[in-house]
């Protein structure tokens, strides 16, 4: 998630608390110069076909450009298609999914080339190697999740007998360096790692032109025509935008918050996504005034009883919403880093208007699949047209043969990083080593990292009920108080824990909830436990660990059915 940013005027400098004051141009000049380090293209040879003229890429191009074809080869009972190519396998996207799939490849031999090219943000923001998760998602969001967790440590620590009198403050600058010299290291790491498994990577825009064949574009404009027997489409999202005056010129993204060269001040979140709620629990941990403003429900697609308890928790920790109304206008009032913006907002059920002042604007509305725009129809491949998301088979297969695709853009699928990195390696030991296992797409876990952490893996309460029937499920549930909060005396039975159990099915457990501290660790076990067929029964077979959070699944006996209270006393 590193990222190559933008000087921004300074007319007004923003608040930062920090020990260390500076500037905020040369901050910002301070982290592009540490990215430009360790993501910007070298000279160093990283095996460019063109410059070794292999693959046969001079008679492809005059093919190419004389239109004459080349003696056709029947390949598995498909079209005709050129004897030889460039590579065997090209990967459009150097994500987590790509580039699973290429160090895969290459394991067995096979001659590889990974394009990435990263547009830059309407701020003018990029970053290097490694896709959404590592530059602009997983791991900055979790490093600043952490910072704003040790904020409550810091709290907490003095009702454990740590005496400490200075003010403590937080320096947004050396938390955003920090973040960006760990990414920058991330970026170099996957060149080298491609470079030492004989990857070809190039920094270029990929986009199919015909049969077989894709052109990359380098960042100077130039163009080089590559063919391969077998392409994967690996380009992942983008966020999207509100399509309002003023959105893409004065608000920013999650691709420009961790790397903004300064406070963000206070700030308005647009969304209701985990990306949303993640962003705003953390700029409020930091001590930020956050306003979150919702459309509609918060985290749609995950299970709303928990959702609700997010929601509820981020209020009663400052974090302020403001429910059923959309922006529809975004002025800048004043420049500086940051400025001030005025934000008009209008009822999502009538016709009531509200104006209101931020320092930053943080659209988090939604991500577009990265597909419109790489060739496809040149090809024949078949995309949603809504969405923009590939449909495929259950072997990441598109409807044309030889093109197969992985990760946030497949119709239909999770859009986790684990998720890619596991189809994008499935699917190369499918295609050069003889293995038949398929990517399991079903009880997968995952965690949102808000204040409150929740884990979820299989189905949601809403979802278990539409598909078996509510007579059909049993949901066992309890509130639960971690010993570690019992002495600051904070925020007793706001913990959850919730498993969902099929009762046709042995109360086989297919849906498991936690919202609590440290929740992807406790749900990471516990998915393997479900992929086993775990039962309620061999929860209660199991002896917990004590004291600990996860304690609480072993004990369960309340049914919502019963109505009973989940309410403890301690812990």
């Given amino acids: 998630m590193g990222s190559a940013l933008r000087k921004s005027k300074a007319v007004r400098q923003a608040p930062d608390g920090g020990p260390e004051r500076r500037e905020p141009a040369e901050a910002a000049q301070k982290v592009q110069e540490g990215q430009r380090e360790v993501t910007t293209e070298t ?87 490694g896709g959404t998760c590592v530059n602009v998602g997983c791991i900055p969001k979790k490093l600043m999740h952490q910072a704003a967790l040790l904020g409550q440590a810091l709290q907490d620590a003095r009702k454990f007998g740590w005496q400490f009198t200075e003010e403590v403050n937080h320096s947004w600058m050396t938390m955003t360096e920090s973040v960006q010299n760990y990414i920058g290291s991330l970026n170099w790491g996957y060149r080298v790692a491609l470079r030492e498994k004989s990857v070809t990577y190039e920094n270029a825009y990929g986009e199919f032109v015909g049969p077989h064949t894709v052109k990359a574009t380098n960042r100077r404009g130039v163009e080089k025509l590559y063919t391969a027997e077998r392409f994967l489409i690996a380009t992942g999202e983008r966020p999207r935008y509100l399509g309002i005056p003023g959105d893409r010129e004065y608000c920013i993204s999650s691709d420009d918050l961790f790397s903004l060269p300064y406070c963000p001040g206070k700030t308005l979140v647009v969304g209701a996504s985990y990306v949303a709620l993640e962003c705003a629990g953390f700029l409020a941990g930091l001590g930020l005034d956050v306003t979150v403003m919702v459309r509609s429900i918060l985290l749609r697609g995950f299970d709303q009883d928990i959702a609700n308890k997010i929601g509820e928790y981020m209020e009663e920790h400052g974090v302020k919403f403001i429910r059923e109304f959309v922006p529809i206008k975004v002025e800048q009032i004043e420049e500086g880093t940051p400025g001030i913006l005025k934000v008009t907002a209008k009822s999502a059920t009538g016709n009531e208007i509200i104006e209101a002042e931020y320092n930053t604007v943080l659209l988090a509305i939604g991500r577009d699949s990265c597909t419109r725009n790489i060739g496809l129809d040149k090809v024949g491949v078949k995309i949603n047209e809504k969405t923009g998301k590939v449909p495929v088979n259950d ?33 190369v030991r499918r295609l050069y080593a003889g293995a038949t296992s398929k990517c399991d797409y079903v009880n997968v876990p995952t965690t949102v990292f808000t204040p409150l952490e929740y884990g979820a893996c299989g189905y949601s309460e809403e979802a278990a009920m539409e598909k078996f029937g509510e007579e059909n499920i049993e949901v066992y549930h309890s509130h639960f108080w971690p010993l570690e909060w019992t002495v600051p005396s904070r925020d007793n039975n706001k913990c959850y824990a919730k498993i969902i159990c099929n009762i046709q099915d042995n109360e086989r457990v297919i849906g498991f909830h936690v919202l609590g501290p440290n929740a992807g660790e406790v749900t990471q076990g516990f998915a393997a436990a479900m992929k086993c067929g775990m039962t309620k029964e061999q929860l209660d ?26 309410l403890q006393a301690g812990c």
């Fill in 541 to 566: 077979n199991t002896i917990g660990i004590h004291p600990v959070c996860a304690e609480v699944f072993t004990t369960l006996s309340v049914t919502k059915r019963s109505g009973e209270s989940t």
């Fill in 395 to 427: 072997e990441e297969q598109t409807n044309v043969p030889y093109i197969y695709a992985v990760g946030d853009i497949l119709q239909g699928k999770l859009e986790l990083t684990p998720v890619a990195i596991q189809a994008g390696r499935l699917l």
């Fill in 43 to 129: 000279s160093h040879p990283v095996g460019f076909v063109q410059e070794k003229k292999t693959g046969h890429h001079e008679e492809t191009l005059k093919t190419n450009t004389e239109g004459k074809a080349q003696k056709p080869l029947e390949m598995n009972s498909h079209t005709p298609v050129p004897r030889s190519y460039d590579y065997d396998l090209i990967i459009i996207g150097g994500g987590s999914g790509g580039l699973a799939a290429a160090k895969e490849a290459a394991k067995y031999e096979k001659k590889v080339l990974v394009l990435d090219f990263v547009k830059p943000t309407p701020l003018g923001n990029s970053w290097g190697l």
